[in-house]
């Protein structure tokens, strides 16, 4: 994750895990958020990792080989910027 910020194509991430068992029985242990500007820089992080590049191909082996299972969602900041403007002129 770190290769892919320190290349821009994503803007941020963090890893966090569930603590004390806490979670709805379907949550995973680990939650890793990754934060991007737009849909365009989503694209660019899947188009960066499919390179031949040896070293992004190093090291997405090493993560795949870590995950047992994944949940994906695709999540927005809420308010977004069009309605929290809207919602000031109210």
Known sequence: MGHLKSSGVIQSWR???RKLGFGAPRARDFLLEIEV???TQLDMAFRFT???DENVERLYTTVHQM???VDIALYRPFPDPERAER????
């Open 15 to 17: 890893l966090c895990r």
């Open 37 to 39: 500007e737009d849909m």
């Open 50 to 52: 499919a390179t031949s």
């Open 67 to 69: 995950v047992g299972e």
């Open 87 to 90: 919602m000031a002129l109210i």
